[in-house]
């Protein structure tokens, strides 16, 4: 099916209390970084995030869910309305998240 550039401009409104957010588009989705490590993306037009411990015990009733099929499991931001949490959710899953992989030339 694929995201809406709507729902995208809407997630990036919601995380604007940085300006180190950044995005990529893939087949009609969206990776989303913080501070250049991925942390989620929009697929669907649903804001999924790494489950990483962090992230789990921030939500602990949030829903595992695939980004597409093949992909493993992520977890649903049902709270995209709360930026204060948005802000905290992405602070602390920072340090869990693997450091980019350095590209090919």
Request: charged fraction near 35%; avoid cysteine.
């Amino acid at each position: 099916m694929g995201s809406t550039k709507d729902y995208l401009e809407y997630i990036l409104e919601q995380l604007s209390f940085s300006d180190e957010i950044t995005y990529r588009s893939m087949m009609g989705e969206y990776i989303i970084y913080y501070r250049g490590k991925i942390i989620g993306g929009i697929y669907d037009d649903r804001f999924l995030v790494k489950p990483v411990k962090s992230a789990k015990e921030m939500m602990p009733n949030a829903r595992m869910e695939l980004p597409y099929e093949g992909a493993k499991e992520m977890l649903l931001v049902d709270d995209v309305e709360n930026k204060k949490f948005l802000k905290e959710l992405l602070e602390a899953m920072y340090d869990e998240l693997p450091a980019p992989k350095k590209r090919r030339k």
